[in-house]
């Protein structure tokens, strides 16, 4: 978040020896038997027809059609669908919601996203750009791809999780509406997803709390203990999963920074953090965030921070 906001073929009848006939006159009896290609006479009856008769003379056996019967092919049985496992003790039941920080598309809409939306407290712009790595990886490109990855998590936990956006909206959404979303799906957690955009040599995650505010639709007090408690969890198991340290440029370390200016923390009613990934202007954070590998990492080590938070 960029604070400038893939048998042998039968032998011919000419070639056949007297005593190699398939009717044999030693015994006054000649059997007939024919083969019959079941390609030709499928599901046909030969009836084996006994004569005195000599060979040479004998009368074609008889073909006779058996009655019809049940077809042998199985019924066609539906494919079962595959669905998330349901969710039992403590997750039973919860919803998560995930905000992907900025929109792709935020870059041609300069003008709406500048417009100012109440967040309580003042009024702030709609949403910002975002900012990119030096190669130009779009932090909103991150943040939509760890999104994606933790809901596929969440969901295997048998959670319900939403998506604040897909990109599927040509930009934002607005801070105050991220915000409402969560309220709205009354959210057991909520975790906005960012990368941050300062100078090179500043490293490292951080999760930004949310202050104790009150102003207009802002009012805090009853998510702050929560809160903390959810960026704690989270921030421990995303370092010991991606090996990734706390920031070494604010939170002293602890990689925990509390802020009253962010609308989506100020509007929100449900427990909620912030947790920027690192430092898409350093190299060596950028190398990682632009990791596919590494990206699964981190939202592996959101979640198992989620989930421990509610419990499971």
């Known amino acids: 978040m960029r604070y400038d906001d893939s048998p042998p073929s039968p032998e011919s009848a000419s070639s056949v020896s007297p005593d190699r006939r398939w009717f044999t006159r030693r015994s006054g009896l000649a059997v007939g038997a024919a083969v019959l290609a079941p390609t030709l006479l499928a599901g046909w009856v030969l ?7 000599g060979a040479d003379d004998a009368r074609p056996p008889r073909i006779v059609m058996p009655a019809a019967t049940p ?39 300069t003008s709406e996203i500048d417009q100012k939306v109440d967040i ?10 975002g900012t ?38 040509a930009w934002g959404p607005c801070i105050n509406e991220r915000a409402r979303i969560g309220n709205e799906a009354a959210a057991d957690a909520v975790v906005s997803v960012h990368a941050d955009g300062v100078s090179s040599g500043n490293r490292g995650y951080h999760i930004i709390l949310p202050a104790k505010v009150k102003g207009g639709a802002a009012d805090t007090a009853k998510i702050v203990g929560p809160s903390r ?4 969890k989270i921030g421990s198991n995303f370092a010991r999963t991606t090996g990734s340290a706390p ?4 939170g002293s370390g602890t990689g925990l920074v509390v802020r009253d200016d962010l609308g989506g923390l100020n509007l929100s009613t449900r427990p909620k953090v912030f947790i920027e990934c690192g430092n898409m202007r350093d190299a060596k954070d950028a190398a990682l965030l632009t990791s596919p590998e590494w990206r699964q990492k981190a939202a592996q080590g959101i979640a198992d921070g989620i989930v421990g938070f509610l419990g499971g």
């Open 47 to 53: 009836v084996q027809v006994t004569t005195g008769a």
């Open 132 to 169: 990119t790595t030096n190669a130009g990886y779009k932090e909103a490109e991150f943040t939509l791809d760890v999104s994606r990855r933790l809901r596929t998590v969440l969901e295997a936990k048998g959670l319900k999780v939403v998506l604040t956006h897909e990109a599927d909206r």
């Open 71 to 109: 077809s042998l092919t199985p019924a066609s049985t539906p494919t079962p669908t595959a669905t998330a496992p349901e969710a039992k003790g403590p997750l039973a039941g919860k919803t998560v919601v995930i905000d992907p920080g900025h929109n792709t598309g935020n870059f041609q809409h």
């Open 120 to 129: 309580g407290t003042t009024r702030k712009e709609c949403d910002t750009t």
């Open 247 to 250: 920031a070494n440029y604010l």
């Open 229 to 232: 408690d959810l960026g704690e």
